[in-house]
Structures are given as C-alpha cells and as structure tokens.
C-alpha cells in the first residue's frame, strides 16, 4: 500500500490491518485522471484491488481535463477523485510552455 494511504485508512479490528475497501465503503466508485502514467498505473490496480471501482479519464481513452463538460460527466456518481493527469515531458514543456501550463493549472482547476 503507499505510504501516503497508510495514516488515513483505519485499522480494521479483526485482523490489525489496514482495510481499505471498508473505509471507503460508501465512495465505491473512484475517478482517476492521468490513469495511463506511473503512478496513474498502479493507483488504479491498488483500488482495484481494495474492491473499488475505477473510472478512468485520460488522452488515451480520448478525454481532455481542458473539456469541463467531459470531466463534470465522468465524475458523475464517483465519490473519490484521485488528479493525476499532466503535461510531463520536460522537454515538450520548453517549446509549448503556454500548452504545459494550461494543462497543468487549467486541467487542475477544472478538476
């Protein structure tokens, strides 16, 4: 499990272990941006594995954190949003800087 899930999951009483999918046994649907990247990847898999569902939004499913309306109708029913999605090619992000930066901080506020 990430080290940042570890302090907000309580330990389940019967065996001393952190159960995910009981926390969030009301919120069983999770929305995950950028789910194609590193940490997108193995996010999806570590809820899938704790019995929550995942959809997922990103260029390679063709969605746009930029398309409010595409974002406002995927998170319809989640009640987690994990935001991974970003513009992260350093050097791309030289020669668009003004492309990269509406990604980043516009997909962000639209999230």
């Not at 065996?15 to 999806?44: C, Y």
């Not at 570590?46 to 746009?64: E, M, P, Q, Y």
């Not at 992260?88 to 492309?99: D, F, I």
């Amino acid at each position: 499990m990430p080290n940042i899930m570890r302090g907000c999951i309580p330990k389940d009483e019967t065996f001393g272990q952190r159960n995910p999918a009981k926390f969030f046994r009301r919120s069983m649907l999770a929305l995950v941006t950028g789910d194609t990247g590193f940490i997108g990847t193995n996010l999806k898999w570590w809820l899938t594995d704790a019995g929550i569902s995942v959809k997922c939004f990103s260029r390679g499913n063709g969605f746009d954190v930029l398309n409010r309306d595409q974002l406002r109708h995927e998170a319809q029913g989640c009640g987690l949003v994990y935001h991974l999605a970003a513009y992260a090619n350093p050097a791309e992000s030289v020669l668009k800087p003004g492309y990269a930066i509406e990604v980043n901080v516009k997909g962000t506020v639209n999230v």
